[in-house]
């Protein structure tokens, strides 16, 4: 619970909600648990269908739904099996299927990759980026210390003692890379200068017509455009 300040998750405050809105809330939530959490007295396909039972579906298309994620998980053969008969990763797997079923519009993970080996690694965090970058563009927070997982992520933030100590976007970082090896004065600086200057940088999106720097006024301010274009008026 939030005891103070403001917490807002998918639009909603979570400072003073009730149990009603909770609910609301978790329904558009996957969540991906360090320890499988899974129903021993289940299947792995009714594991999966547990979810699936928050969404009006029929049940003819859940169960297609579910197959076809467990399949592509590495699971199509592994369907009525219960998690006692399982290696660990295959629960994992599971587990991953049950939160992605839904397409949520947030999923929370804890070391979702910790007891996968490196192929089941590489299969879970394609979906992940399918799921972010798709449609919906579902947000996915993952926690973890698998230093696979840095070449997909959109944005790394590391704690130390509960407290951020850096906060990355890999991807723009790269673009604005390339853009300041363009600019005369600046291109001669090293790649590792330029790598510091670029997670130095953030990113602004404005409408069009709207005023991005004024001349005397923002001195301090060093703007490059990566997509579209700006006027400059006198």
Known sequence: HVQ??????????????????QIEVRRQIGFIFQHHNLFSSLSAIENVRMATALKPQGVDE??????????ELGLGDRLAYAPGTLSGGQRQRVAIARALVN???????????????????????????????????TTILIVTHD????????RIVNLVGGKIVSNVMPELSIRICKILRTIPGIQIFSAETLSRIADQMREVHYQAGELIVQLGVDKDSFYLIADGFAQAEE
Do not use: W
């Open 62 to 71: 859940m169960n297609r739904h579910c197959a076809e994620l467990l399949s």
């Open 4 to 21: 103070e300040g403001s917490l807002a998750v998918l639009g909603h405050e979570l400072n003073g909600i009730d149990d009603r809105g």
């Open 103 to 137: 397409t949520p519009a947030l999923i929370l993970a804890d070391e979702p990759t910790a007891a996968l080996d490196a192929e089941s690694a590489e299969i879970v965090m394609r979906l992940f980026r399918q799921l972010a970058s798709g449609i919906i563009r």
């Open 147 to 154: 230093q696979r997982l840095l070449n997909h992520a959109h």
